[in-house]
């Protein structure tokens, strides 16, 4: 899905970043441009970053407490 329309930004991209390493909006932001602007995409994108941050933090505590288990 289309996150920022100004520079042709997918959820996907973002989440590549992400899983790239990317830690915040302002690292996203620097390094794809998003929300830099109208900036009407900002608000969700960051809704969007910190939805996925936590969906890979709770993946990575998971996949962490099945390692300590076995
Ligand atoms: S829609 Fe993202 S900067 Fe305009």
Do not use: P
């Not at 969700?44 to 936590?54: E, H, P």
């Amino acid at each position: 899905m289309l996150v920022c329309i100004c520079k042709g930004i997918t959820d996907k991209n973002i989440e590549d970043e992400i899983f790239g390493g990317a830690a915040s909006f302002s690292e996203i932001r620097q390094s794809l441009g998003l929300g830099s602007c109208c900036g009407q995409c900002t608000s969700y994108a960051k809704d969007l970053i910190s939805t996925t941050m936590t969906q890979l933090q709770l993946s990575t505590n998971t996949q962490l407490a099945y390692e300590v288990k076995c």
